[in-house]
């Protein structure tokens, strides 16, 4: 790894004149699992790497009845612990609990899983899926945006120099609600996603109402609108509608043949993994 | 009462609290002061061409870099069985990866952003990448130079072609074998390079006395003596004046046998402008399997004559192995599965090639079962074919040609005393190999299969061992034997054999890591050769110390040696109604009943070489005595396959071995637990690839994967017949590779078993199975994507 310098301010303005006055040389590091990768390969080469951990603003997990906040320090391990998110956001303590190792859960965080912005990152499908709004602080002050707004393709965000994404925030789904991750990966543990598909399902004013979103099978996580509406007001869909339905997932995506899989198992999976995760979200929902 | 032997005792592994502790000191905890320099690798972007020009001015600007180093300034071909290999590539490169110069800084960081500074100008030529293409008459050459390098007399390269080695078995009459046959079977397995995945990169400090110019190196390295021999040789310097220093590795299986980085980091130490510093070479993850070896890739093609009632009548064998840009060490297990071609059967008629390929890759050599993985990893498959094919149960079909106890190996050897058709049946039943069972989760498929293992330790005839005993002054025992105990625990049975020989407690006993210039010489860790061959050293170096005790002892209380025991650290003699400790006498001397000192410090010597192995012949494969034993055994598996998207899960894997004697239950437990593990992590994971450039895709755990906590077995059962060796220690035969060998291929079987098609390519990825199973849907037999 080349040399840099370390600056750890205490506090979020002291952070973002970091960041302005250095910009695109100077890089904020929450968990740091994937940036300091990243710069042992040479893919990013920051001169400054600014540490956000002794920032009071960015720490914890909170839960209103409005939603959930998840701070920019919140590691996997803090957000799958919460008892809110076991309770309200299944897809997304299954997508933390997904990630990696324990050992690097302790370690990542959810918001800097976002701002990696990898395609496969294993926490996006389901913030996707919650509607997810991203929290920034910046030289020009706040701003709030939509995930799918953020996310602008692979390692690339809506971002400028001196911003910092503050907090995640959730809102709470309009209604008894159910979700859940399943995350393909090469093998069981400490793996990036081949495949990984979100569902929430929710029982909302309009009836039962779907959402699915994946990972790993194009170059952002994508929803499956098209999906989602076939199966809309639908409680208990057959399979001939779970077949028609991971057609259509398979239509909104586009994967990619790489070392870690080609584009035929990959489109496979998005429909083998839609159909099962559509039966545990309906499975759930029946239980409580 | 009997006393209790700790032979087969399970005791506690030592440097075990060390290790978990993190106070035990590995290479790269050293420390050498300011005085140290870092050495940094500039690697080849290109697979093959020649280098016209090195422009390192802007390297040198990066404050801190002390100097650049290229391969012609240190052109020295260093190796074990074929001097293909320099440090760094000199005039032509051969793979992307390969060293082409060395940057020397006073830091780590300065080396590593000198090395990013060098510009290399190559003149690029065609690549070859397969090694099938790479046997092609007019095939480009990796090594035009070949038939110019110096080799030991059983490897056979062939000058003019990729061949680096070729090695042959003719037995019998092949086509009146095939003849005598009612069915001609053909069947191909093949399986890519994979990586031995251990925890401790590579790492050396190298430095040389511009005196004395004595060489002194510390390496991760797992045999010492090797080390110094060779780079003795290469650097044309007397072996007194090289000294290698091994402190404990984390991790072997073969990839830091021989010489392998050390050449890398001695190119910068002996440079004139360095000499006198040491130099630290730490190779980082990402460029461990660029900078040393990897299991080589292979394919097996098998032709197989079999008669009406099962028996094989003949067998034609191909082995390919894909060396990449050297067979330095990789020559030798390519032998090592040629002499050992008929697997665990008895084939009259046998022909056998097995060749080592170059390609424009990173290259092979080494690892955990060295040529048997890759050998059964093919033959065991086919045998399960097989025997599906000419409707017949595979356990019967393997046990119809067992190669029994006498009968000629392929060399015409004959196959020493084992208990292998008793495991096979173990195994079966253990698995409840005969009876179908549902699978345990809803809509899965489950098959169960088995695979035999055999292999010999794969070296030369002449491999020796030596060790000194000392008992020191309080009766506590220093133990030199320079094996390196990676994991696999040689030293904890070395102290169960001392503990047992000298009757003194086990926790008195303490063997030290491997330092060429204290303790005397023993060839490799390697082969699973050393509690059989420095087992022997260590048990005649006891014998010898334990009886200059006696003698002493004899002289001091008047009595017979045969009247004196020790025990727990005790010395008695009953008749005399004496006893006591140990103690300064055996250091100082006795005082004997004349009045004048007798003795001095106490060092029992003890050395083996095996006595009588005959290379096999060149043209033939034969010898009376190819090999100084053979461990056999059998691996069962019982597993699960989620169609939806082609995972496995092994419920159960079962694992027997003759061992000959078990002297370390826990540690050949442990062995084969791990061994089982790494087999199977192979067989599902494991594989290295290439783009159509020849650029590596998995230079590191993010898409090198082996199996992890999660993906092992749900249960492991293991177990050992005990039919003994000779000569041995104990009975005792090498164990600590066979674990390994074969449980990809009871994998295959299973999955064969389990989804009805052939899967001819390892691994068995999630993806690739999946892929059968569409296939299988649509009708086919064998799968070869």
Partial sequence: MLAFELERPRSLQEAISILEKFGNRAMPKAGGTDLLMWMKDRLVTPEVVVDLSLIPDLAGVNFSKDGLRIGAMATCTEVLESAAVEDHFPALRDACLSHSDWLIRNRATVVGNVCSAVPSGDVMPALYCYDATIRIVGPRGERSIPINKFILGPRKKDMIAGEIVTHVFLPLPEGKSSGCYLKLGRRNALDLAQVGVACVAIDGKNGREYRLAYGAVAPTPVRALEAEKALQGIKAPDDALLEKVSALAKEAVKPIADVRAGVEYRLAMVGELTKRAIDTCVERLKEE | ????????????RVYDPEKAAGTLKFTDDLSFGSELLYARAARSTIPCGKIVNIDYSEALKVPGVVKVIVGKNFPIHFGIYLKDRTAMAVEKVRYIGEPVALVVAESEDAAEEGALKVRVEYEEETPVFDAAEAMKENAPLVHPDLGSYEHVSFVTPVPGTNIAQHFKIRRGDIEKGFEEADQVLEESFSCPQIAHAFLEPHACICLQDPVSQEVTIWSTAQSAFTLRELVAKGLELPLHKVRVIAPPIGGGFG??????????????????????????????????LTTSWVRQGWNTKVKMGVKKDGTISAMKVELVFDTGTSAEYGANPVRSAGYTSMGCYYVPNIWTDSYGVYTNKPFGGAYRGFGLPELMGGLEAVVDAIAYRIGMD???????????????????MPMPPHALDKIIKKVAEKIDYHREEPPVRKGWKRGKGIALAIKAPAMPADASSSATVEILGDGSVKVLAATMDMGQGAYTAYAQIVSEELGVPMERVKCYYPDTAAQPYDWQTVASRSL??????????????????????????????????????IVKCPKLGKAEPIDEKTQNGFKMPDGKYKGGPIIGRGHFVPPDVVYPDLETGQSEKSVVHFTVGAVGVDIEVDPGTGE????????????????????????????????????????????????????????????????????????CEETPEDPSPYGNRGVGEHSMISPAAALGNALYKAIGIRIHQYPFTRERVYMAIKAAERGEKDFWG
């Fill in chain 2, 255 to 288: 990839g830091k046998a021989g010489i392998t980085v050390e050449p890398l980091c001695l190119a910068a130490a002996l440079d004139p402008d360095i000499k006198g510093r040491p130099v630290k070479l730490f190779v980082p993850r990402e460029e461990v």
């Fill in chain 2, 532 to 569: 059989w061959s420095m087992g022997m050293a260590i048990k005649r170096a006891c014998e010898d110390a334990r009886s200059q005790l006696l003698a002493l002892y004899a002289e001091y209380w008047q009595c017979n040696p045969e009247e004196i025991t020790i025990e727990d650290g």
């Fill in chain 2, 1 to 12: 009462m009997e006393k209790k032997s700790m032979i087969g005792a399970w005791v506690t």
């Fill in chain 2, 394 to 412: 595979p356990i019967e079909f393997r046990l119809k040609n067992l190669l029994k106890p006498g009968l000629p190996t392929c060399t015409g």
């Fill in chain 2, 648 to 719: 496995i899960v092994v419920n159960k894997a079962v694992a027997g071995y003759d061992a000959g004697r078990v002297i370390s239950p826990l540690n050949v437990k442990c062995q084969i637990e791990g061994g089982t593990v790494q087999g199977l992590s192979a067989g599902m994971f494991e594989g290295i690839y290439y783009d159509k450039n020849g650029k590596l895709l998995t230079p590191d755990f993010t898409d090198y994967k082996i199996a992890t906590t999660m993906d092992v077995p749900w249960e492991i059962e293991s177990f």
